[in-house]
């Protein structure tokens, strides 16, 4: 689509395209968690998908999701406050309940330093970016200090790129189990990235690899039933990543619109 493409209309052709691929992997669109990559977008641009209906964003630096979270944050309140004043006004029988201010989901996808680790749990919802037993380590010790659990991905590097966070493949499953035996952090499935390229069908085999680690680790009874979530694919290969049985898929300028920044820093950052 063109870079001047309304942003609902770019929003309503993913929507459409992950409903396909969905269909081809035999599933729905309700299969399918769409984390919006906000990090090159503007605020204003983050509050008119909200508006659109869309509920998960997720940010790769641990700044940036600290300002984008409170930004978005008050923008929610002013919501609830005008929605109650609404209610006030009409009556709340004659107001749907859906009228009510949405609340936003926030992930965290980049790379993750240890000494952040204890920043983030407040604010996010799932952690995909877990590649070692350290860091789950200090996200267990900020999450035992808060009386929390912290959910969290295992991020594998499938495609053996020097350049990739995430763990070894054959670590992948070891490291799950580490993670299993603690309190504070649950495991709920696996994540990773692929090569970047023009061509889709050329990275499938890393989705494929993917896949079948997870469905170790399902079988392994690691997370109690609870690890059913598959993060893979972004903007330039989210259909064959859905095709492959991703659930959760990362896309930035596929809803966004093109930025200046490299493709691949959509989800993957170097350290901070």
């Not at 269909?23 to 729905?28: A, L, T």
């Not at 609404?86 to 201010?101: E, I, T, W, Y």
């Not at 990543?241 to 490299?262: D, T, W």
Request: net charge negative.
């Amino acid at each position: 689509m063109s870079p001047t493409t309304p942003l609902a209309d770019r929003y309503a052709e993913v929507n459409a395209r992950i409903a396909e691929a969905a269909r081809r992997s035999g599933r729905s669109a309700q299969d399918i968690i769409v984390v919006a990559v906000s990090k090159y977008t503007e605020p204003d641009q983050i509050k008119a998908l909200v508006d659109l209906g869309h509920r998960d964003f997720g940010e790769n630096q641990v700044q940036q999701l600290i300002q984008r979270e409170a930004i978005m944050a008050e923008y929610l309140d002013r919501l609830r406050v005008l929605s109650t004043t609404r209610r006030a006004l009409a009556g709340d029988a004659l107001l749907p309940k859906s009228d009510a201010a949405p609340d936003i989901r926030w992930h965290m996808i980049g790379h993750l330093q240890r000494n952040k680790a204890r920043k983030v749990i407040d604010i996010v919802r799932l952690v995909h970016s877990v590649d070692s037993l350290r860091l789950a380590e200090e996200l267990q010790i900020a999450a035992i200090k808060r009386d929390q659990v912290v959910e969290v991905l295992v991020q594998v590097n499938c495609s053996g790129e020097a350049s990739k966070y995430g763990c070894p493949v054959p670590a992948a499953l070891p490291l799950a189990e580490q993670i299993e035996t603690m309190v504070n952090v649950r495991v709920r499935g696996m994540m990773t990235m692929a090569p970047l390229t023009d061509n889709p069908e050329n990275v499938r085999h890393v989705f494929a690899r993917c896949r079948e680690l997870f469905e170790e680790m399902q079988q392994a009874g690691i997370g109690e039933g609870q690890c059913n979530l598959l993060s893979m694919g972004m903007s330039g290969d989210y259909e064959v990543a859905i095709e492959e049985g991703a659930n959760i898929v990362r896309l930035g300028s596929a809803i966004f619109g093109e930025s200046s920044a490299p493709a691949e820093q959509e989800v993957d950052a170097t350290a901070e």
